[in-house]
């Protein structure tokens, strides 16, 4: 048996501690994976320098716990070290000229889906394609036989080769949104309403994302932004740059999770290099359990009063 094998034994040991509420027992079989010789086959180090799955152990315990000191040191730190990805980010003055002329060119009234896999299509797209229709956007649904069309980068077939669908994802709205601009959405946000479009609430100049609720050491701040939501004019430098580094990113961290290598971490990186316009608080009208029946989205649609536009809901 391979030290992984070995060590991913002993941490399912500890969750089921932790699930039955022996949290002394979970900390102490945690302790000895920290002081385990064969501990580095647990993944890439964080920036606390603990191999990742094992501070996600950590984290998961210390919510158990609920100690929100600890719980909130292992969130901060549950990234790679700063310097291993800052190069990837290092622009130009001239570089950083072309990113805020960019960021002066507006959005098109476009917005891209997409998704891959075996699984039936989510509500949520024959929800948007209506609204884009009712905002006069133009909806484009990406899959699979559309993907193989398009010239994507060597990162996304690694992706696919590990069964990493959501890694492929970031990928393929990269590449996507470098050629086309416009808005991409993935499929667990739904629309909390018709009567208002993005236009509404988003500047559509430049880059735009949302923020993500907890704080990262980034390097450049606390702020992680999310990539579930993208509103960018095509060719922008950010989306270019990303399409041209993730593969040396994905060898720089081998066997890291894609929202380090291809998601919300490296995202912000790049695109923090140049000036990011913050979609608005409300945007998110509420988030709702995974596999939430369709009347619960209903009655947050029906809700009196909200200015959001946006559902967080995995129907799946």
Not at 1 to 16: F, G, H, P, V
Not at 109 to 125: A, K, T, V
Request: charged letters at 20%; glycine letters at 10%.
């Amino acid at each position: 048996m391979s030290d992984k094998q070995r060590l991913n034994q002993i941490l399912e040991t500890a969750a089921a501690r932790r699930i039955a509420g022996d949290h002394a027992g979970a900390a102490q079989i945690l302790a000895g994976v920290a002081d385990d010789p064969g501990v580095s086959a647990l993944g890439p180090l964080t920036s606390l320098g603990l191999p990742r799955r094992l501070q996600a152990a950590l984290l998961k315990l210390a919510k158990a716990e609920g100690d929100a000191l600890r719980r909130s040191g292992y969130q901060f730190h549950l990234v790679p070290p700063p310097d291993q990805l800052a190069h990837f980010a290092q622009v130009t003055l001239e570089e950083r000229r072309a990113l805020n002329a960019a960021n002066r060119q507006p959005v098109p009234h476009l917005l891209h889906q997409i998704w891959i896999g075996d699984l039936p299509l989510p509500p949520s797209c024959a929800a948007w394609a209506d609204h884009a229709r009712a905002q006069g956007y133009e909806y484009r649904l990406w899959r699979e036989a559309d993907l193989a069309q398009l010239d994507l980068p060597d990162s996304f077939a690694r992706m696919l080769e590990r069964g990493d669908y959501p890694g492929a994802v970031d990928v393929a709205r990269y590449a996507i949104l470098a050629r086309q601009g416009g808005l991409y959405l993935d499929c667990d946000w739904y629309p909390a309403r018709d009567d208002i479009g993005f236009h509404d609430l988003l500047p559509m100049m430049g880059l735009t994302a949302l923020g993500e609720d907890i704080p990262r050491n980034t390097g450049i701040g606390g702020l992680l932004l999310a990539n579930s939501l993208i509103a960018v004019p095509a060719a922008h430098p950010a989306l270019l740059r990303l399409n041209s580094v993730l593969g040396e990113v994905m060898s720089a961290i081998p066997g890291a999770p894609a929202w380090w290598s291809t998601g919300p971490l490296i995202f912000t990186l790049i695109a923090r290099a140049g000036a990011v316009s913050l979609a608005g608080s409300g945007m998110v009208v509420g988030s709702l359990p995974q596999g939430a029946p369709f009347s619960d989205v209903q009655a947050l649609r029906d809700a009196p009063g909200g200015t959001g536009l946006l559902i967080a809901w995995k129907s799946w």
